[in-house]
C-alpha cells in the first residue's frame, strides 16, 4: 500500500511539472510570437506581454513575486495569453521597439490584431497588477477607446480610477501630453494616496507640471519612486529633467524670461548635482534668443570656462577610450548580438564610438564661436572665442570648425590668417568627401 501511495504522488507531481495548468502563478507561453498571436485570435483574448532584460532588479521581484502568486495565476491564465520575452535578445529586441519600451520592467496588453491596447511601465505588485487586468478587462468588456474616454472627461468625469484609466489609454500614444491629466489626477486623491506605487508610476511614467503638486510630491517620495523601476536613480531624474526641459523649450521658443527663471529654480531644486552646469547652457541659449549680447557673451565666457575648457583633452581622449571599450564589452561577451539584428549597430559603433565625447565636446565649442562671429563685436571677447575655435579643433578636425574659426579671424581683422584657415576647411571637406562649396565661396569672398 506504501509503494501504490508513494507511485502515486509520484504520478502527481510529474502531472504539475508538465501541465501548467496545475501550477501555481502565470502561464507564459515559450512559442513562436505568431502562434501567440493565432492563439489570442482562436480564443478571443488580449495577451499580455512581460518584457524584461536580465540584468533588471524590479524584473527579478516581480518574477518572484507578483508573477508566482496564486490569485495572479488564476486571473491571467484564464483570462489572457501570456507571453515573457527578454528586450535584448532575438525576437525582444525588435518587440521592445515595436512598442516603444525603454525602461524594465514593461507590462503591455495587446489586442489580437498585434494593436496595444495598455502599456505599464515599472515594479507591479500582486494588487497593483490585478488592479490593471481589471482595467483592461471591463475596457475591453465596456469598448471604451480613447475617444469615449476623451468624451467622458469632457463631461466632467474627474474621479482617481478614472484619471487613472484615462492616462493610461492616452500614455500609449507618443504624441499625447499628459501633464496637465497627471496634476489633475494627483489633486484627485487623498493623502495617503500620495505616496501609493500606482501614484508614482503615473508621475515617472507621464511627466508633470513643474510648479505643481505632482512634482512636489516626486521630490518627497522620490526614494520609493526609484526603487520601482530598474535603474531607478536615473529614471526618476529623467522624469524630472524631461519636465524641466520641456519648460526650457517653451520658455525659449516664447522669449519668456518669468517661465525660464521658474524652470531654473525647478532644476536647482529637483536635479542640484547637475543643475548649474545644465542651467548655464540654457542661459546660453536663451540670451542668444533675445539677442542680449552682454549676457550672451558673459554666459559663454562663464559655461565654457566652468565645464569645458578646463577639461584636459588628455582626460577626454582617456574617458572616451573607456566608454568606447565599456560599449564594445556587451559585443565581445556574446551579451548583444554583433553578427545579427545588431550587426549594423555593431558596425556603426566600431567606427564612430571611439571619440563621442571629444566630438560632442567640439561641437559644442564650435556652435558658440560661430554665434560669437555673428553676434559679438567686442575685440577682447572675439579673442577670448579664438581659444574655443583653437580647443575645438584640436579635440577633433572638421571643416565646419575651421570655417568658424576663419570668420572669427576675418572678423577681428587679420584677413590672410582667415584665408590660410578657410584653405584648411577646403583641404579637410575635400579629404573627407564633403561638400566643398560653402569655402570655396568663403575663399572667393575674402580676396
Known amino acids: 500500500m506504501k509503494r501504490f501511495y508513494l507511485s502515486l504522488i509520484c504520478l502527481i507531481l510529474s502531472v504539475l511539472a508538465i501541465n501548467p495548468t496545475f501550477s501555481q502563478g502565470i502561464n507564459f507561453r515559450q512559442d513562436d510570437w505568431q502562434n501567440v498571436v493565432s492563439q489570442a485570435k482562436a480564443q478571443k483574448k488580449l495577451i499580455f506581454v512581460d518584457i524584461y532584460t536580465t540584468w533588471c532588479g524590479p524584473c527579478k521581484e516581480m518574477d518572484k513575486k507578483t508573477f508566482t502568486d496564486i490569485s495572479v495565476g488564476d486571473k491571467f491564465n484564464a483570462r489572457f495569453i501570456n507571453y515573457k520575452v527578454d528586450a535584448e535578445k532575438g525576437f525582444g529586441v525588435n518587440l521592445a521597439k515595436r512598442y516603444n519600451v525603454t525602461s524594465y520592467p514593461t507590462c503591455l496588453f495587446i489586442d489580437a490584431n498585434e494593436n496595444p491596447v495598455y502599456k505599464q511601465e515599472g515594479l507591479l505588485r500582486v494588487s497593483d497588477l490585478l488592479k490593471e487586468a481589471d482595467m483592461v478587462l471591463n475596457n475591453q468588456a465596456n469598448s471604451k477607446p480613447l475617444w469615449a474616454l476623451d468624451k467622458l472627461y469632457n463631461d466632467g468625469r474627474r474621479d482617481s480610477e478614472f484619471l487613472n484609466e484615462y492616462i493610461g489609454v492616452r500614455s500609449l500614444y507618443s504624441n499625447i501630453d499628459n501633464r496637465d491629466l497627471v496634476e489633475e489626477y494627483v489633486k484627485s486623491l487623498t493623502p495617503i494616496q500620495y505616496s501609493a506605487d500606482k501614484t508614482l508610476r503615473i508621475m515617472v511614467n507621464n511627466g508633470f507640471k513643474i510648479d505643481g503638486k505632482a512634482f512636489d510630491l516626486l521630490l518627497k517620495f522620490r526614494e520609493k519612486a526609484e526603487s520601482l523601476f530598474e535603474g531607478g536613480v536615473e529614471k526618476v531624474n529623467r522624469a524630472f529633467s524631461q519636465s524641466i526641459n520641456e519648460v526650457f523649450d517653451v520658455a525659449l521658443k516664447g522669449k519668456n524670461q518669468a517661465l525660464f527663471d521658474k524652470a531654473l529654480a525647478a532644476n536647482l531644486k529637483a536635479l542640484p548635482n547637475t543643475a548649474d552646469r545644465v542651467n548655464d547652457k540654457n542661459k546660453l541659449a536663451f540670451y542668444l534668443a533675445i539677442k542680449d549680447v552682454n549676457k550672451f557673451s558673459e554666459a559663454a565666457e562663464q559655461y565654457l570656462d ?23 564589452q556587451n559585443y565581445k561577451l556574446g551579451i548583444r548580438d554583433s553578427v545579427g539584428v545588431g550587426a549594423a549597430m555593431y558596425l556603426n559603433l566600431k567606427v564612430n564610438a571611439k571619440n563621442t565625447m571629444a566630438r560632442l565636446t567640439s561641437a559644442e565649442l564650435n556652435e558658440v564661436v560661430k554665434a560669437f562671429y555673428d553676434q559679438v563685436d567686442d575685440k577682447v571677447k572675439l579673442k577670448k572665442a579664438t581659444e574655443w575655435a583653437k580647443r575645438s579643433l584640436e579635440l577633433v578636425e572638421t571643416p565646419d570648425s575651421y570655417h568658424s574659426y576663419a570668420q572669427l579671424m576675418l572678423k577681428m581683422g587679420d584677413k590672410q590668417m582667415a584665408m590660410d584657415i578657410e584653405q584648411k576647411a577646403y583641404d579637410v571637406a575635400l579629404r573627407e568627401k564633403l561638400d566643398t562649396q560653402k569655402f570655396t565661396a568663403a575663399l572667393e569672398k575674402m580676396k
Open 306 to 328: 566652468q565645464y569645458v575648457m578646463f577639461v584636459q583633452i588628455e582626460s577626454i581622449r582617456k574617458q572616451d577610450l573607456w566608454e568606447y571599450e565599456k560599449i564594445m
